[in-house]
């Protein structure tokens, strides 16, 4: 099997990101980071593909550069895809050009700043044929996989409730004044876009939430608030859920909570029975049932689906974690690419990736999100039609 | 220091919490059950009672005629104080007749069915002068008292957020029809008052939340969901709060949620910390701050603030649970009335124990949750006003 | 039903298992203290007898005035048991003295300081008829009944290992040296017998241990340390086990580590499965088998085994700890008692308590241990024979 | 910096630990697998070969052939280290070769059959100078070298006790006979060594102990047990430990403990606190002392030490596990073959890896356990003297 070859847009030196999605693509060894536009700054860009080994020819000062000069190269040295990792203000840009021009994208999320960008995209995206994956790295673990296996195989019976919640602290205080670069960016509205804590974790928690149950929002009631003074985005967003045919749920994100480090979690009730898990914990997957005792289901076992065991690198109790479940989220883009190349149909369980909808349709929950938030009704209609 | 003596309304054979109350108030062996009108219907109050070793001229076929009978008494037999364990309904009227006649109370919650009949009894109570406890139990818990305690003295600074859930799952069929009799008058109105799992959990989440944080709700928005088919009260409730002073929160309490058993937790976050704590594993209370490793305060320990000490009976690592809690209210409750017989103050940390202002908050709490899901207006002002 | 007469040599001020005990019968309101000699002072006794509200006329100064002047009581008043809850070294002369006057005896741990008592005690026991139950607690707890079930049903199909672990940390300083109570008499040889750690708390793994799996010690091999310099007896012990048909074993118990507060655990593994208790987590009980995945079992739930149900007095969730299971042992030795009385055999279930054999069988393991911990020889006889 | 070049000897198709370790190698980009002799079955070998994209030129039948074409490269193409991770009994010569032709080694544990060729492959190391890497895996976490530096710094004062276990249960049925190849090596002496449980996983125990708590092994004494009939080896292990300076401890190795997974755990104990780590659970540190709560150390916080700092990816809250420790013993090893062929002595905390001296101490400690086990007197002399 050749390596793919990918290209990178941001993710230079100080990035925190960039490096997760290298070294995500580096464990299976399936592909190899051959070229890259690492910084907005040409000159950080370069110094940091240098630092990586890229060659200079390939170790562009601008994302325009490397696109211009890799369609140039032949077919058989140019880059099978971009991964695109830089602030999420230009992701639509970058991402527009690079799969206009075919070449396949793996692009971080949230996906764009808007439904506007996000509708042109998917219509850039289908015209093309371009495989195009969005890293909401979470739904690579195993048991998240496991989980929407059991609820779509009807151990949970209907759905009745989802409580999905994503709990962080780490801009307890005022971080961005210090130019902590992660915090800086993060609560810039012109790179980050119209929502923090919402855009940046409670996109996550939205997209897991519908990953595994494959529920759709009807409606949302929402309450954004920014704690820290000076912040000029939400740091914390609380929400009611109600979903198309009768589920009901909470949602909440906050990057306030002193003590919660990256503790994103699930608990999913059915008529039947319910799942829990824990994205710290991630790989355990609990569930209760009407009768009996409590079970806990661990990675790597033969009891599990399909689609978990593929996605497990290591026996059982060896744990594996959140890389692992990011590099499944770009095997899963990479089969997808090979199937394009190869002219062949994906297989079972192949191709398990977020793609472009799931990205456009987390920009809409985000939008209406902010929207139900700044509203005196109290449900706003938040159901996205998949253009 | 003599027993005091009690006598118990409801709590005959079959129920669930008048057993209970009665260990709680023996596990210390401060109190004695004297006297009994131990269910509704007279034959079965009398079998019950002499089950439980009521003499004969104290064992009441109804509460109207322990009332009546126990007043006849010279005071030095009469009961110091009666124990309300019925179901929700007849809370008012007994807890009114006896608070009347100057008998001190320890009533269950929630208190009444409606804010007039919890305002009514206030007068009562400030007019008699009775000691009034509601059996809020788990305030009762020795590290509740410690997250009170420290809240209060500003280890977490400001509070920011408050998550409190309620998680049960006995009630995700409708046990009701197969006239379990706990399922039963619990989602019957005419028993259980406006609200289902609202009133009957809820209320110890909205209950827990104010002890601990001492936080004044402002506003909430709630949706109230009746899942089980045929089920006449709400068995689902998920809550927006916004308290006086700018905190923000999530209260949520489920009865069809499988899997969870007694599952209520608090999170309580502020500017400079936060502390979590579970009741299914009680003797624990998790202390974050800004920087540090993230402390585990267990109970029994010298570092506890003295509420909490004084509620402990084990050393550390003998685990004390529900009972205890239980216990504690009573002896709070006791301690109140023994000063008040005795004529004197309370001493610092003596007569902790949840009152008739919780008990009637607690109801207009249910109130305004079940107004604010009926309505369209995204927040219902839910501050109450002690009258 | 009638209730149960009981009396208490020991357990006056300061004292701490006496005040347990106390609680342990007053919560299921079966028996009622009506008679102590609580102290080996008559001062103190008489002071403590009062503030326990004991009539002067049974406040004993002694116990052998209290045993003098019940035996002097009509029986229709007479003390139906006694509970004994002194230092060690007492156990022996005033159990042997109420058995053979016929008075049934619950005695706390361990029995006796050697296996000469141990086995005089049970000649006395079996002449005089008497109830003898000697209170390790901890198989009191539901969950180590379910345990005892599930191992003798053959769920985990033939026994293969043991671990039986009895962590505390309170002794990890010289404690006895600042004339604390409980440190000063445990860490004394004349009080507390030939072994400290070994003999307070390993007893209570060894019968732990015997309780579950019904398993019999062959050989053991021991060592023990005195960690604190200037303490007398030892303060951590640890053991290889061989029993009776070729299973193995660890336990140990300490009482120098840091950390612990009373981590009593065992870990049960059979040719099918295994199970882990936790006596801090005392409502859980962790099952695995060959396939599939784990199982947590939690007290109060309809497919547990009618012992672990009837040693449970509220619904799951609402959690039940150490003076829950310490009562079960007074309520199982009171069926005994109330059984003798009536002329009756006792029923499946009834009477489940520990017994003068099990007691017996603890001190010979306690003697062993000290026996094995000086020897240069690997293994130790240890196995024990009901004389 | 350039990328180091590698070559694996073992590690072909249905191997489990070779794959690991070229993850391992491959997540952070600093070598690169350039030539293999993949299997001792030389078509096997080369098959696996092309499937990892190795060169035809450099895709070795046999470990001699690698060996002897890679001399004849020129330096700048030549390997820089080889990695060994074939079953146990190829260790010795295949490291004894690469060494003698200094080439670096990486050698799987544990290192060698017995101290006899433990010592030469010493002498072979020390003589040709070569970095020798011995993957105990586990002293790679974050959190081990945290606690190892909290023990060097005196957090805990003068140490008292260590448990370690190690509890598999992977073995719990006879799976050699069905050809599991995992299985069947590791339970065939001619491949795995005089031990089974204790020369796979309780190797790893020892190494972890001794690496935390820099504690030397003065006696020991062994209980190994094969418990699954038709076994070659022992599958069970049990020892009390003493170790030079007086402190005691436990260690305990199983693979048919049915539910253990890969359940590795560690807890130490001094005068003045302890420490509990637990492999399952990489991320965490639990540290107690005399006064004050727990503390729950989490890896990539601003309070850790330097080493456990450096050995970390992500932020907090974004689990690390088996991979990434794996990986940092790879880091350490890369860091000291560059230091040697840069000529530079290494910085604070860089070369942080186990050598040949933990695996000649492994290799003894298995000898030393196997001896004990045999004997019937009760304590073996354990304690390694460095040739």
Known sequence: MRKLRYGMVGGGRDAFIGAVHRKAVALDGQAELVAGALSSSPDKAKASGRELGLPDARNYGSWEEMLEAELRLPAQERIDFVSIVTPNHLHYPVAKAFAEAGIHVVCDKPLVHNSEQAHDLIQVVERSGVVFAVTYNYTGYPMVKQARDMVKNGVLGPLRKVIVEYNQGWLATQLEASHQKQAEW?????????????????????NLAATITGLELEQICADLTTFVPGRRLDDDGNLLLRFVGGAKGLLWCSQVEIGAENDLRIRIFGEKGSLTWHQEDPNVLIHDSLEGPRQVLTRGNAYLCPAAQRATRLPTGHPEAFIEAFANVYLGAMEAIRAKQEGRALGENEGDFPTVYDGARGVYFIEKTVESSRSDQKWTEARWKRP
């Open 186 to 206: 993060r609560t810039d509205p012109a790179r980050s876009g119209i929502a923090g804590a919402v855009g940046d974790i409670g996109s996550h928690a939205e």
